[in-house]
Each structure stands twice: as C-alpha cells, then as structure tokens.
C-alpha cells in the first residue's frame, strides 16, 4: 500500500516537459491567428479526480483520455462550480457563479419543473461563440430546463442529439421519470444501442461534417457515463431488470461494471480524436476533458475524502485535461486553480472574442497560466443547500462549513482535510468566513423549495452514507481506502 502512495503522488506532482513540450512552446501563435481554433468540449458525469489512469487510476487503462494530456497540460488542482449537475453546467455554460441565476439553485434540476431553466436571452458560451463566426453543437446531456421554454437549441447550440433530464437509462435511454428522453433537436427519437456509444457515433458525425465547412465548430459532447444506472456494454439484462424501478437501482453496479463503462467512455473519445485527426484538424483543435462534479458510488476520489454532493475537496475536484498543440505546451501538468467557469472566457480569448460585457465573467482566463506555466491565485466560493455547505478556497486555505461545524483545512498540504486549522490560525479562519458572507451577499438567496434531489435521492444518499451526521472534529464520512 506504501508503494501505490508513492508512486501515485508522484504521478500528480511531476510532469516531464520533454521534447514534444520544447517544440511546441516555439510555435508562432501568430501563424494560426487567421485561423480561429476548433473546440471539442468533453464531459463526463460523477466522474472522481482519480477515475482515469494519468490521474492514478491503477485499475484501469484510459489511454485515450491519457493521450489528450499528453499532447496538452494536465490541470492537478481543477474544480466544478458545484458538487451536483445542474449547477456546475449553469456555471460551465454562462461563466459565472450559478449562484446569480433561478436554476442555478437547483441541486439538482428535477425534471418536474418546467418553469425553471436557462434563459435563453443569457448569453451562454455556445451563443457567443456562434456570434463569432462558430457552428454550435451539444450532444449528450443538457439539464438546465425542458421544453417548451429552455433547451440546447434556445440557448446558442445550432444541433443538439442528446437527453434533457439528469440521466438516462444506458439501453432504453428512459429518463428518471421512466420516460423516453432521447432526441434529435427538439424531436424525440428512438435508436437502439448503448448510450456511450450512440453519443460517440453523434461526435464522430457532427466533426466529420464541420470539417468540411469552412467555419470554426464548437462541440459540446457531454457524456452520462459513468452516472448510474450503472450499465455497461452488454448489461441489456441489467436494463430489463430495472426498466419498471428508480433508475438509481440501490442494489447494482460493481467496480467492475465502473470500470467497464469508464473504458467505453475512453473508448468513444478516441474516436473523436481519430475524426480530428483524419481531418487534419487534431493540431489546432481545443479538446478539452473534465467532469461535472465529484464522484460517488465506486469513485475513486483518491488523496481527497468526500463524495457528489459534498464540498469536501473529493466532491469538488474533478480531472480536468486540455490540448491543443498549436498553441499550449505538451506533457505538461498544472498547479493553477481552476473551475468550471473559467472555460467560457478561456475558450472565447482562444476564439478571439470576449464576454458580453453585461454578464461579466466570473471565470478567469486560464491560457496566459497554461502557456506560462506560473499559476495565478484564486479565490473561490461555493455553497450548497442540503446540510447547510459553505466553502470557500483563498490560496492553500479553505474554508468549510457543514451544519453547525466549521473548519479551516490547507488543502495543499492536507489535501484529506484532516486537520482543522481554525483555532491555530484563527485569524485566517474569521477572515475567510467573513468574506464567504460577503460574497454571499451578493448572490441570489438560496429557495427554500428548490430540488436537492426529492426522496429518491436523499434515500440513495443515505444508503452510500453521504447525508450521515458528522462529528464536530471529523467533517468526514469514511477514511480513505488508502
């Protein structure tokens, strides 16, 4: 067990530069300036920090998701806007605290509340993207509203072939409310298949097809795996069994399943990449690779403690990956701060555009750290409603507040958030607390109706022990398994 401790750690703090590296960093960006960049933005859904081998991963291969670091930078310190769905894509699609917005409040959205979602009058990264001369794409899940009022194509995306609610079954692609919720923009469809794989043939098609026009594309693909019900390829039977129960089926999965379907959703990005790559477009394409949230039930969430739904470090930090070999280094790994916000104005100084200055960002531009290599400091908020969360990160400094509970974590040296440092650093935890009030203040109040989920999701927390009570001295759950 000492030995994987070893060897793991130094798999995240060291990155070899190598020669790729040195070639890559003497390219002119000028020489692709009349060429804006292609975008391919990959998601998974509740995938843990460590679920992919070039983040430690020592139970599966991920060579695909592997290769995309190795041609790129490898973020070691990214985080999602929110330890659930809904909230981190509001704050991935707008570039600002969900916080600031009515569906932002949702954790996450129940698919029984048709009069909430994303506006479409907000400018989203999609539609400023597309107002820069860009072909728009999502396929895979959107979230943030159904029909008649919200959806992808109301909100920037020129396509969109995908699922509206917070998951789908794998083979019947039945939502949560046992509905079918497969669609062809704004029709619904019926296709045979395993959704990893339906997702893959989409993306494959959607860049073969922009290859051959002369604009820019910007692709959103935007996977269910590895989100339960867990199924993988050739689990029909495991469909069938709980086609009439909750899609969350308490008593399935397996690591080996997990695994199963992490490596299809591996799988499915070589594929994309291989489209890039035969198009001649793999150079100056952006691609970048991350999660929505945390992982939960057979996440490997590894050095961190915590899960989905929680603001402990294992409920926030996710994998976050970036190449573009035009213009980033390759091979190398990052210590910026990073969260899911920061890629709509990433992404727009990439395009040559900008936020719409009427909805200021709250995200940073990342690429002057990610060419430079020196991280910039951050100062990052969140909260969340269920258990009464509150977290903020102010350098190596966190703080955390669950209930009644309250602790001061340095989260660079005790990335576990074991030690609370609060009344050794008292000053530092009072003033943190003070400025999490602060900003605060300056979003939306939480609703006292909004979703954390209904029933059936307290009772599938409760059974993988992520609502139990917590010790003054202990904000965690369980040890790690290292």
């Not at 605060?440 to 993988?464: C, F, K, Q, Y």
Request: charged share 20%.
């Amino acid at each position: 067990m000492a030995t994987r401790l070893v060897t793991r750690r130094q798999l995240l703090k060291t990155g070899a530069a190598g020669s790729l590296a040195l070639l890559t960093a003497k390219r002119s960006l000028a020489q692709n300036s009349s060429r804006p960049p292609n975008i391919v933005f990959i998601m998974a859904d509740d995938m843990g920090y460590a679920d992919v081998s070039c983040y430690g991963r020592p139970d599966l291969r991920t060579p695909n998701i592997d290769g995309l670091a190795a041609r790129g930078v490898r973020l070691l310190q990214g985080y999602a806007n929110s330890a659930v769905c809904t909230a981190t894509r509001v704050g991935l699609i707008t570039g600002r605290y969900q916080y600031r917005l009515r569906v932002g409040l949702e954790e996450p959205l129940a698919t029984a509340l048709p009069t909430i979602g994303l506006p479409p009058s907000h400018p989203t990264l999609p539609s400023l993207l597309k107002k820069a001369g860009y072909a728009t794409a999502l396929v895979g899940k959107w979230h943030l509203g159904t029909l008649p009022n919200f959806g992808p194509l109301q909100s920037g995306y020129e396509q969109f072939f995908g699922f509206r609610g917070g998951a789908v079954d794998y083979y019947s692609h039945n939502g949560t409310d046992q509905k079918p919720d497969l669609w062809d923009n704004d029709v619904p469809v019926e296709h045979a298949g395993y959704m990893t794989q339906l997702l893959g043939d989409r993306a494959v098609q959607v860049v073969n097809a922009y290859a051959k026009e002369r604009r820019p594309f910007f692709v959103s693909l935007h996977f269910n795996a590895p989100h339960w019900p867990w199924e993988a390829p050739g689990d029909e039977a495991e469909s069938q069994r709980i086609r009439n129960t909750a899609l969350a089926h308490y008593d399935g999965g397996s690591q080996k399943t997990y695994q199963r379907m992490i490596t299809e959703l591996d799988n499915q990005i070589g594929r994309v990449v291989g489209a890039l790559r035969s198009n001649g477009l793999i150079d100056n394409t952006i691609v970048v690779f991350t999660s929505d949230n945390g992982g939960e039930r057979f996440a490997d969430t590894w050095p961190f403690s915590g899960r989905k739904t929680e603001l402990l470090e294992g409920g926030l930090r996710i994998p976050a990956i970036v190449s573009w070999p035009a213009a980033l280094p390759q091979n190398r790994t990052s210590q910026q701060v990073a969260i899911s916000m920061d890629w709509l104005p990433t992404l727009l100084a990439a395009a040559g555009s900008t936020p719409d200055p009427a909805y200021a960002a709250d995200g940073m531009n990342l690429l002057p750290s990610l060419r430079s290599g020196a991280p910039v400091p951050r100062r990052l908020f969140w909260r969340y409603k269920a258990n009464a969360q509150r977290a903020m990160r102010d350098g190596d400094m966190k703080y955390l507040k669950i209930r009644e509970n309250t602790f001061l974590f340095n989260v660079a040296d005790d990335p576990m958030e074991r030690a609370n440092l609060k009344d050794r650093q008292r000053d530092v935890f009072e003033r943190l607390s003070k400025e999490w009030l602060a900003w605060n203040s300056t979003m939306l109040p939480e609703v006292p109706d909004s979703n954390t989920g209904g029933n059936d999701a307290d009772r599938w927390a409760d059974h993988i022990g992520l609502r139990s009570t917590r010790e003054p001295d202990n904000p965690t759950t369980s040890e790690s398994s290292r």
